[in-house]
């Protein structure tokens, strides 16, 4: 906000001080028959600039400009305008107890206004002979510092407010990172046993073959003997980097990783758990890479799960296209739910780390009737 902005700040405090300071000059140079004004000529401009220019620093500070004003406006009761107060000193009065309390610590301020009423505004007031005017003064001078009380309250909540919305906004930030790191650990591990399961075979394989050619070829056989050797010790190494990548409770896990082709048993397993779905498979279903196929099936059991958390009483319906070029995934339902209200649930992050990993993207929010989540995983991406 520019109001808020110091730059604004300053300009705006010496306009303020610049009419004062141009109103008071005014009254000095008016004929005194028409002008409150009355005494020396060098006093008159000397209160004119201290109840003026030092309004220009009355954020920074209050209590020593408060001060100021107050000196130039007893000299304005006291040594310059006997018969009537000018104007200006009360106007920029208001101005400095309002910045006394907007401005000032709490404690500080409190002393500073006690301190200035019973040693400057009173005197000055009963000074000019006229104790009717103790009163308004005080009161005016009390209501202008309460006023800036007020202000500084709401502005320190603001502050607070804004303060509390940061840490909120980096703790959220923390979370998703946790949960990224942790979906990204999990889709390794996945990943991990799809790899040693397709090496293991590979393996398998070799020997066999190695073993038909027995006594034939024999630099073929030494080749395919090479890679059972190098297949075996690959199968090692990555048994220990699972160790690395699974938790305590995880067991070991070389076999196939589910694919689209177990979607039924699936969709079963959700009908069971209390949500009635369909499963429509449009297109000629393709051969998938296992990691793709794994991908895919994960995520369309990751939206239905949401589905069956959140949607309420609802159905739900899981669709598989396969296009040339891609294959997407699509779970719709007509419940009254969502994911934690706005799509930002830690399922959504572990669809999203999925399709990321093949160059595909998620979409998720609401539908006609209910929630839609959409998937589209290009075929033949590099991963």
Same mark, same amino acid.
């Given at each position: 906000?520019?109001?808020?902005?110091?730059?604004?700040?300053?300009?705006?405090?010496?306009?303020?001080?610049? @009419?004062?300071?141009?109103?008071s000059?005014? &009254?000095v140079?008016?004929?005194?028959?028409?002008?409150?004004?009355g005494?020396?000529?060098?006093?008159?401009?000397?209160?004119a600039f201290?109840?003026?220019? =030092?309004?220009?620093? #009355?954020? /920074?500070?209050?209590?020593a400009?408060?001060?100021?004003?107050?000196?130039?406006?007893?000299?304005?009761?006291?040594?310059?305008?006997?018969?009537?107060?000018?104007?200006?000193?009360?106007?920029?009065?208001?101005? %400095?107890?309002?910045?006394?309390?907007?401005?000032? @610590?709490?404690? #500080?301020?409190?002393?500073?206004? %006690?301190? +200035?009423?019973?040693?400057?505004?009173?005197?000055s007031?009963?000074?000019?002979?006229?104790?009717?005017? %103790? *009163?308004?003064?005080?009161v005016?001078?009390?209501?202008?510092?309460?006023?800036?009380?007020?202000?500084?309250?709401?502005? +320190?909540?603001?502050?607070?407010?804004?303060?509390?919305?940061?840490?909120?906004a980096?703790?959220?930030?923390?979370? @998703? $990172?946790?949960?990224v790191?942790?979906?990204?650990?999990?889709i390794?591990?996945?990943?991990?046993?799809?790899?040693?399961?397709?090496?293991?075979?590979? %393996?398998?394989?070799?020997?066999?073959?190695?073993?038909?050619l027995?006594?034939?070829?024999?630099?073929?056989?030494?080749?395919?003997?090479?890679?059972?050797?190098?297949g075996?010790?690959?199968?090692?190494?990555m048994?220990?980097?699972?160790?690395?990548l699974?938790? +305590?409770?995880?067991?070991?896990?070389?076999? =196939?990783?589910?694919?689209?082709?177990q979607?039924? /048993? *699936?969709?079963?397993?959700?009908?069971?758990?209390?949500?009635?779905?369909?499963?429509?498979? $449009?297109?000629?279903?393709a051969?998938?890479?296992?990691?793709?196929?794994?991908?895919?099936?994960?995520?369309?059991? $990751?939206?239905?799960?949401?589905a069956?958390?959140?949607?309420?009483p609802? +159905?739900?319906?899981?669709?598989?296209?396969?296009?040339?070029?891609?294959?997407e995934?699509?779970?719709? &339902?007509?419940?009254?739910?969502?994911?934690?209200?706005?799509? !930002?649930?830690h399922?959504?992050i572990g669809?999203?780390?999925?399709?990321?990993?093949?160059?595909?993207?998620?979409?998720? !929010?609401r539908?006609?009737?209910?929630?839609?989540?959409?998937?589209?995983?290009?075929?033949?991406? &590099?991963?």
């Open positions: 906000m520019f109001s808020r902005h110091p730059r604004w700040q300053r300009a705006g405090d010496a306009l303020l001080a610049a @009419a004062i300071l141009v109103g000059l005014i &009254d140079f008016t004929p005194r028959a028409q002008s409150g004004w005494g020396p000529r060098a006093l008159e401009v000397l209160s201290l109840i003026s220019a =030092p309004l220009l620093w #009355r954020r /920074r500070y209050p209590i400009v408060l001060a100021l004003v107050l000196v130039g406006a007893f000299i304005d009761v006291a040594a310059v305008a006997p018969r009537q107060p000018g104007f200006e000193p009360f106007v920029a009065m208001v101005v %400095v107890y309002y910045s006394l309390g907007a401005h000032a @610590a709490e404690h #500080r301020s409190t002393i500073a206004l %006690v301190a +200035s009423l019973a040693v400057g505004v009173v005197p007031a009963i000074l000019h002979q006229a104790p009717g005017n %103790v *009163l308004p003064v005080v005016w001078s009390f209501a202008a510092w309460i006023v800036g009380r007020i202000i500084r309250t709401w502005r +320190s909540r603001a502050v607070a407010l804004e303060q509390a919305n940061r840490e909120l980096e703790q959220r930030e923390l979370q @998703a $990172e946790a949960a790191a942790v979906e990204r650990g999990r390794a591990r996945e990943l991990h046993d799809v790899i040693a399961h397709n090496v293991s075979m590979i %393996v398998v394989q070799a020997g066999a073959a190695a073993h038909v027995e006594g034939q070829q024999p630099h073929v056989r030494s080749a395919l003997e090479a890679i059972e050797t190098t075996r010790a690959t199968v090692d190494e048994r220990r980097l699972l160790g690395v699974r938790h +305590s409770d995880d067991g070991l896990a070389l076999a =196939p990783q589910p694919g689209l082709g979607l039924e /048993r *699936l969709v079963a397993n959700v009908r069971g758990a209390g949500l009635p779905v369909e499963l429509h498979v $449009e297109g000629t279903p051969q998938l890479p296992p990691g793709l196929d794994l991908t895919a099936y994960r995520i369309a059991q $990751e939206a239905l799960t949401n069956l958390k959140h949607a309420g609802a +159905s739900a319906e899981l669709v598989v296209r396969y296009q040339p070029a891609a294959v995934i699509e779970v719709r &339902d007509n419940g009254t739910g969502g994911v934690n209200g706005n799509g !930002g649930g399922g959504l669809m999203r780390e999925r399709a990321a990993l093949w160059g595909g993207l998620v979409e998720a !929010g539908a006609e009737s209910g929630w839609r989540v959409r998937a589209r995983l290009p075929l033949g991406a &590099d991963s």
